[in-house]
């Protein structure tokens, strides 16, 4: 977790938020969202907003009034509580890549398997720069459908001690999820302090889908935490304006979250944004884009502006491998990030070829950005003692610092140290094999896999949470 | 050009910059500065400052008397008036890389030439992304040396009509450079407003070399643009801190703007930077640092501070080859060089392998970061007709935008286009050849070259231009 004290990069000025809060307003009151789910419909009836079939419209005074029952930060616990995170305020908290069908490994692209899962989980809780491994951080294709949140939730819980993300796909799985981790943190102190924080994604535009309003249901019931997601690629589910994407994003998370905090007053809840565009040549999604980064710090401040923790950002790339597109088109999403000071970050490692791709150099990859942008957001302590004068008095004109006392004491940790970048002059890099970034990381992840080391947990407990995915796969009949 | 109207994003506060002033004011107050060239000297020792042999102790309130002098904005004009360009303010202005030995085209990695710097020009003139070709874009090593800076010049004064930058590697190269602008521009016109903007290192530490002088007196004496740039990898030109650094950076840029100011009041100059650090493992330089973008962020502010425009940035990295490490470096610098607003940008295309390497790939991967950033940091405008309700109207809930009519009528240009970047779908991708980021490049600046037309120019005037390279080229010997 970083917290990062560095100022906040806006640009949308005070007319420019009045006018998104006009735009906001209108499609909620006007409009209105719809809900596919009963139960949420006959919350907000009874909350008093109008209802007709599914399509509800809002006061949106009313959906502030609930908002601003949501706490603004909250704590996250995770198994080992040393690696308990606070989600909101100056706190930045990354999680990896989540919701691929397919894996890259070094040449080969292939369907994602419950090994790859395990593996990708595995790597999220080696690099300390990764404060959760997520949820589904790929989408294991071998095991049976409709029991694979048991498998994946087992293997966040028993693979790794980091906070991780619950199963949205329906309200049952919520429930497998909540009783999982009931098991491992006891239902009083998640009841308290939430364990789990799980993606809800909005069926852009202007409908929230069955499953998906399940799972919120439960989750917001038990004090779980959500993250309430407009998904919005402009062009196909937003118009081809950021202003028109912004301030429908803004209609969708706060409908949700007033939904949220009408289930629970106080329900830990994440305005969230997935903003992005289509390719208009192609009809593909597109991602590390200009428009996204601008997008990116819109939201950042909007959600600033309701006082709300938000969740945006990651390593994102529409590049089919690990090349230089790959590189700058994550930086292009990772700086936005950092500067907006967004809260929760997911797809922070892993992600290729527009979210298809689960990968394994690029989780590396990702990794050395985020080292590296952490380094950047530390604050400069510009001082005497880092005034560094003794070292001038020492080297004086034309001489050279290298072998200054000043550098002798600090040369092991003054600067950042790479990862997987390389310096090697041309000569020692081609005696070396001549290895790309992609090539150096697959070392990496490698060496970093074989010296995993599971976290400890009681065989006893182990034991449980293996029968309870066991009865549930019987149960369920796979 | 780009007019970045965004906000600056600045990380100091008036204590950090405080801090600063009194580092810089003891370097050339006690410790002082050496200039190695006799009119340099007595250009100091006449305006009052404490020469002793070559080294120089200056009175820093004297240094910020001379720098107020400097304009904070200036006119640098182009052989085509439509490409001359405003230095500071608001103002950004690209060049491309500057003075790498070697070049890489595709997969081989050669020492460069004469036809390579050709080439090199020719792709900057056909890019509007860049406002300059620069100068020395490559070393031409197939030329003769002591007359190479005049085949340099007459290559950036024909097949480009964007402004360029003159040889700095001795008085004598300034005075050629000059000549042959005369030609082009006409003696009075580049008195009035200068034709060229040439880089005038500082051998640092703390000292000044006579060839770099030579040069500065030189363009100083005709009203031409310097930018005196501080050579800093920290932990060989300064301390292992960045703080020293920047207190080193003040010192010897603003001494060298205080000179040039003693030279000629009002004379152009540019505040440069170029700070970036060793990696102490290897002892390589080492580009796309962390420490470097903190660095830019605050080299901006103190250059503000002083009223200058200033110099920083580029597509900077270690990298070997256009991987991803290429990528995500050069955007690690980038993105501060945006949101410091640096006023002139050198190395903004081309760099590769910590610059000794003008790479053709790399040019186009970086003029689709200028393009990508030139895009962030347009202004959004939120208002009625971009917040599109009518298109919200249209689609309702559940639809899909590609079809409606507001989409229909923008589709294409909503969004920026990407010039080498690929959102094609990996089967789509596969059958085009699987080709990555650098193999698209190298496609897109071989049909850039060979669509390439030569700017207009009288044949007597370029008869006259290869007349004097061809005299003075006799009068040095080659």
């Known amino acids: 977790m970083l917290t990062n004290t560095l100022p906040r990069y806006e640009i949308l000025d005070e007319a420019a938020l009045q006018e998104l809060e006009r735009g906001w307003r209108r499609i909620v009151s006007d409009l209105g969202i719809e809900f596919l789910h009963d139960d949420a419909l006959a919350y907000l009836r009874d909350a008093g907003q109008q209802v007709d079939g599914q399509l509800v419209r809002f006061d949106p005074d009313w959906i502030l009034e609930q908002a601003a029952k949501a706490p603004p930060e909250f704590t996250l616990q995770a198994r080992n509580p040393e690696r308990t995170v606070q989600i909101g305020g100056d706190n930045m908290v990354f999680s990896a890549v989540y919701g691929c069908p397919f894996v890259r490994e070094g040449l080969e692209r292939r369907t994602a398997t419950y090994a790859d899962f395990k593996n990708l989980v595995r790597l999220a809780q080696a690099f300390p720069e990764l404060d959760s491994p997520g949820g589904t951080i790929c989408e294991p294709d071998d095991v049976p459908l409709d029991s694979r949140h048991l498998d994946m939730v087992y293997a966040l819980l028993t693979l790794s001690d980091k906070p991780f993300m619950g199963s949205v796909t329906s309200a049952e799985n919520a429930k497998d999820s909540i009783a999982m981790a009931e098991m491992v943190f006891g239902a009083d102190s998640i ?34 935490a959500t993250i309430v997601t407009p998904f919005l690629l ?22 949700g979250v007033a939904l949220v905090q009408t289930i629970r007053p106080g329900a830990p809840v994440v305005f969230g944004s997935f903003l992005s565009n289509t390719d208009m040549q192609s009809g593909s999604p597109s991602f590390g884009t200009p428009e996204s980064a601008v997008g990116l710090l819109c939201t950042g401040q909007i959600a600033r502006h309701y006082n709300l ?75 005497e003692e880092t005034l560094a004068y003794s070292a001038h008095q020492e080297v004086g004109q034309g001489g050279h610092f290298l072998g200054a006392v000043h550098t002798l004491e600090r040369f092991r940790d003054c600067f950042y140290r790479p990862l997987v970048s390389s310096t090697e002059n041309y000569e020692r890099w081609s005696r070396n094999g001549g290895n790309d970034t992609a090539a150096r990381a697959s070392g990496i992840w490698h060496k970093t896999l074989a010296e995993y080391e599971e976290p400890a947990m009681e065989d006893d407990l182990k034991s449980e949470l293996k029968a309870y995915v066991d009865r549930r796969r019987t149960e369920l009949g796979d």
């Open 191 to 224: 009841e308290e302090t939430p364990a789990m924080i799980s993606l809800i994604n909005v069926n852009s535009p202007l409908r929230y889908d069955d499953r998906m309003l399940g799972a919120l249901i439960e989750y917001a019931k038990r004090n779980q």
């Open 234 to 255: 402009m062009g196909a589910m937003s118009p081809v304006s950021v202003p028109a994407t912004l301030a429908q994003q803004v209609a969708e998370a706060l409908a």
């Open 309 to 383: 923790p938000f969740r945006s950002g990651g390593a994102l790339t529409s590049s089919q491998v690990v090349d230089a597109q790959a590189g700058y088109e994550s930086m292009m999403t990772m700086w936005p990030t950092f500067l907006a000071g967004t809260n929760f970050v997911m797809h922070a490692a892993g992600w290729l070829e527009s979210a298809l791709v689960s990968c394994y150099e690029k989780f590396v990859t990702d990794v050395e950005l985020l080292r590296m942008l952490y380094h950047v957001f530390e604050p400069l302590q510009i001082n």
